[in-house]
């Protein structure tokens, strides 16, 4: 299984950004997303993670209303819309994928995870 996110870059505070994660080598309906995010000296975060349906999602404290999940299956792509962004948004954002009933906000329930892609935001 390979998971390839996409999208990162250079923004300004208050811009948005579209990240994607494309799976390949499985089905990918069968799985749930999530993204996780990881600054320089910080732990991993959860950012936001959606269900195999893309019927339920759930998000961080620090994301809540300003970004979102979503997946398309026919695709195999998952997707992380970025709102408002600020500078303490800026991180390598990690996608996971997983299956089974492991809570979606903890990295030990992913199995298969991309390389990361770099968001920056200045101020």
């Known amino acids: 299984v390979q998971l390839q996110a996409s999208g990162g870059g250079l923004v300004q505070a208050g811009d948005s950004l579209r990240l994607s994660c494309t799976m390949s080598?499985?089905?990918?309906?069968?799985?749930?997303m999530g993204w996780f995010r990881q600054a320089p000296g910080r732990e991993r975060e959860f950012v936001a993670a959606?269900?195999?349906?893309?019927?339920?999602?759930t998000y961080g404290d620090s994301v809540k209303g300003r970004f979102s999940i979503s997946r398309d299956n026919a695709k195999n792509t998952a997707y992380l819309q970025m709102n408002s962004l600020k500078p303490e948004d800026t991180a390598v954002y990690y996608c996971?994928?997983?299956?089974?009933?492991?809570?979606?906000?903890?990295?030990?329930?992913?199995?298969?995870w991309g390389q990361g892609t770099l968001v920056t935001v200045s101020s």
């Open positions: 996971a994928a997983k299956r089974g009933s492991g809570p979606p906000d903890r990295p030990q329930s992913y199995f298969y």
């Open positions: 080598g499985r089905t990918f309906s069968g799985y749930a």
């Open positions: 959606i269900a195999w349906t893309g019927g339920s999602d």
